[in-house]
């Protein structure tokens, strides 16, 4: 089946850095979406991107599907950040579910 | 629009019981989907419904596994005879599909289940 990998897996940031998330995956697929987990275990939906670029404030992210990444760009990060980020893509088999990758846990220092 | 809800939030049960978990999809969505995710890994399918029909099922759902979705609304997953590797968090998500590729998922809060 398709593979999923996050990198980093962890990234410590000052608050007010930048940061790059990055995804790869094996296969070419239909779908794919951002999701930010907050401490209560919450998934948050911040980007269905299954190609192109979008931007959502201090958010954006881009989907390179011929080459099989997106990438996920936090500005100006706040402490209100910290989660874990993942990436889930839905491949071309023709079902529906979803498959995440291990996770980018982040944490903003004050 | 309230989002997907799901019911209980936290469950602690004996290893033997049964417990059920119920998620209560967005309106007017037309599939629903169960994942299971257990600490430091992401979220991993189990099984969806479109509308009352259970589609897909994982390798991961057991035989002591069971879902439904009786009248394509609300669903209800049923674990008989709990073991203490049943422990996880239990996600609930639902899209609307009208037509073509179009899949945005949006996931409730998840039933955290404790198998002592």
């Known amino acids: 089946g398709i593979q999923v990998e996050q990198s980093p897996p962890d990234l410590i940031l000052q608050e007010g850095a930048n940061s790059t998330l990055r995804c790869n995956f094996s296969?070419?697929?239909?779908?794919l979406q951002w999701f930010h987990q907050n401490p209560w275990g919450q998934l948050i939906n911040l980007f269905y991107i299954p190609s192109g670029t979008k931007q959502n404030g201090r958010l954006s992210a881009t989907t390179v599907a011929t080459e099989r990444y997106s990438l996920l760009y936090i500005s100006s990060s706040q402490t209100t950040d910290s989660g874990v980020y993942f990436c889930?893509?839905?491949?071309?088999?023709?079902?529906?579910?979803?498959?995440f990758g291990t996770g980018t846990r982040l944490k903003v220092l004050a | 629009d309230t989002g997907v809800s799901q019911d209980p939030r936290h469950k602690i049960t004996k290893r033997g019981q049964n417990v059920t978990f119920r998620c209560d999809p967005i309106?007017?969505?037309?599939?629903l989907y169960w994942y299971r995710q257990t600490l430091g890994q992401g979220p991993e399918f189990l099984t969806y419904?479109?509308?009352?029909?259970?589609?897909?099922k994982s390798r991961l759902l057991s035989d002591r596994f069971s879902a439904e979705r009786p009248k394509g609304s609300f669903s209800t997953l049923e674990i008989q005879r709990t073991e203490q590797g049943d422990s996880a968090m239990y996600l609930c998500?639902?899209?609307?599909?009208?037509?073509?590729?179009?899949?945005?998922?949006?996931f409730g809060p998840g039933t955290r289940l404790t198998v002592l």
């Open positions: 889930a893509v839905e491949g071309t088999s023709g079902t529906y579910k979803y498959i």
């Open positions: 296969d070419s697929v239909n779908n």
């Open positions: 419904f479109q509308n009352e029909a259970q589609l897909e």
């Open positions: 309106s007017e969505h037309n599939r």
């Open positions: 998500a639902s899209s609307l599909n009208p037509q073509g590729l179009l899949n945005e998922q949006f």
